[in-house]
C-alpha cells in the first residue's frame, strides 16, 4: 500500500466517521471507536477538529438517501476491521533476494495523519516515527 492509498483509506474512515458522530448515531467518539475497532485517540482527534455540532434525526424522519449514507458509512468503518486483519505484505528486499511476506504495520494514533498503515512491517522501519526514503529531510519539524 502506497502512502497515498494509506492516507486516502484513513480519510476515508475519517469522513464516516464524522458522518456518524455528528448524526448522533454514535453519541461519543469513544463509543464509535470501541464499536469498529478504531484506536480512541484517533476518533477523539477527528471529532474534535469538527464544530462537534450534533444533528440528530429521529429513525421515523430519516429520508432514504440519508439512510443509505449512514449505511455506507457504517460499512466504510466496518471494513476497517478487515484491513487490520488483511494487512499488504511489507515487501522489503531480503538478504537472499525474496521479498519480507510480514504484514504493514498499523500506526500508532499520533502517527495517523501519515495515514493508518505504514508500508513497512515492525522489522523494517514500519513502527519509525520518521517517514522513510524521500522525504527524510523535512521530517523534522
Ligand atoms: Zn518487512
Redesign the pocket.
Known amino acids: 500500500m502506497t502512502p497515498e492509498e494509506s492516507k486516502e483509506l484513513t480519510a476515508r474512515l475519517e469522513k464516516a466517521a464524522l458522518l456518524l458522530l455528528s448524526l448522533d448515531i454514535y453519541r461519543k467518539p469513544d463509543d464509535l471507536a470501541r464499536r469498529f475497532g478504531l484506536p480512541i485517540p484517533v476518533v477523539r482527534f477527528w471529532w474534535r477538529n469538527t464544530d462537534q455540532e450534533k444533528k440528530a434525526i429521529a429513525d421515523r424522519d430519516l429520508t432514504l438517501k440519508q439512510a443509505k449514507t449512514i449505511r455506507k458509512a457504517t460499512q466504510t468503518l466496518e471494513g476497517w476491521e478487515k484491513v487490520k486483519r488483511y494487512r499488504p505484505?511489507?515487501?522489503?528486499k531480503l538478504a537472499n533476494g525474496r521479498r519480507?511476506?510480514?504484514s504493514v504495520v498499523i500506526r500508532q494514533p499520533e502517527g495517523w495523519d501519515q495515514g493508518c498503515l505504514a508500508d513497512?512491517?515492525?522489522?523494517?522501519g514500519?513502527s519509525s516515527r520518521r517517514i522513510r526514503k524521500k522525504k527524510v529531510e523535512d521530517d523534522e519539524t
Open positions: 505484505e511489507c515487501g522489503a519480507c511476506k510480514l513497512r512491517c515492525r522489522m523494517h514500519g
